[in-house]
């Protein structure tokens, strides 16, 4: 790489901390040995995952450390939660109905999509408003009585916006006791609080990946509530309790572990600084550009997000024009880039087409500087100029 990347996609993934490295190590090159097996088991090879477990429980205020099974990731347990539900709803029950949002991720859009092609699945998506926010009393209006999974995101991957996911569920659960709620909390944990034992504690099913939070990418999780439980999506060996096959890894697990206990010792004073910086940041971009759309800023958002829509300005030129100065931005979620279409998150707060193009995200981390914040600026403030003269 010739020049260093100012680097602001940080809900696309993160830079792993110098600690997770250095937890991560000793399973790669001296204990690698499969957890699973006599000398795993003798030199604490399984140590890494039950700690995992363990800071898991800790930083999301679960009961139990056995709530938690490692995954690959939130794409992963997303499918999971989806997929298990449909094979045992349409195998014991017949018809069944699903209900997530417009704005998922596409790990939980997509397999719900993919889902309600079988003949017993029907799918409603729930509609946001002009803020990306889900309606509680709409949600709840949808529920029938063969509705058996709500899923709603706690935060926006694109907007950063926060969805009142424990006032819906405590509300669905009043009223429809065996319906079960799923939240892809993915892009929250490691900026806002998330509490499993008070806000959140009528949701069922949690995911997240630790790549969000400055881990390694490859390992995540799913919550599973006690007295809740989910046919395998991986059979094989019968690992993780019989939850999910395949050969543990110590080093992804230490990774995690260590980035979760980081996490919790700095969450609160650090994302203030963060939500700091972001405001100003968007106040000078609104300088720059009148009749910037900054979405979402009404209300409650991640402290690190900015999702614009620029007037007359190409949301994918000018990624690839502050790429060009060395800026990483997005135009929206990175797990759909190279795609022409505008954002769905987007499209579904009632934006049209032309604008919703012109959408770019901007996600900041503990490791942005003021001298970042300055140097996008200087170089957006340049890039602007030159697309105003060439109109």
Known sequence: MEKPIVFLDNNSTTRVLAEVIEAMQPYW?????????????????????YEAKQALCEALNASDPSEFTLTSGATEANNWVLRSILDYETEHRGNTHFIVSAIEHPSILETALAIARHPLIDLTLGAVNSNGVI??????????????????????????????????AQ????????????TDATQ???????????????????SLSAHKFHGPK????????QGRSLKPLLLGGGQQEGRRAGTDNPALAAGM????RKLTSVLGNQFSAIASLRDDMETQMEKIIPGLHILGKSVKRLPNTTLAIFPNIDGELLVHQLAEHGIAVSTGSACAQGSDRPSHVVSAMGIDYEKARNAIRISLSRFTTER????????????????CNSN
């Open 135 to 168: 309606d509680i009393e709409n949600i709840v209006s949808l529920i029938r009585p063969e509705t058996r999974l709500v899923s709603i995101m706690l935060a926006n991957n694109e907007t950063g916006v926060i969805q009142p996911v424990g006032e819906l």
């Open 257 to 260: 572990a260590t980035a979760l």
């Open 372 to 387: 970042d914040i300055f140097f996008f600026i200087n170089s957006f403030s340049k890039i602007c100029q030159l697309a």
């Open 218 to 225: 490859g390992v995540g999780a799913l919550y599973i509530r």
């Open 188 to 206: 929250a944990i490691g900026k806002i609080p998330v509490d499993l034992s008070s806000e959140l504690s009528a949701v069922d099913f949690l």
């Open 29 to 49: 090159a001296e204990a690698y040995f499969n957890p699973a097996s006599v000398v795993g088991e003798l030199t604490g090879c399984m140590n890494p995952i």
């Open 171 to 182: 509300q669905i659960k009043k009223e429809y006791p065996e319906c079960l709620i799923h």
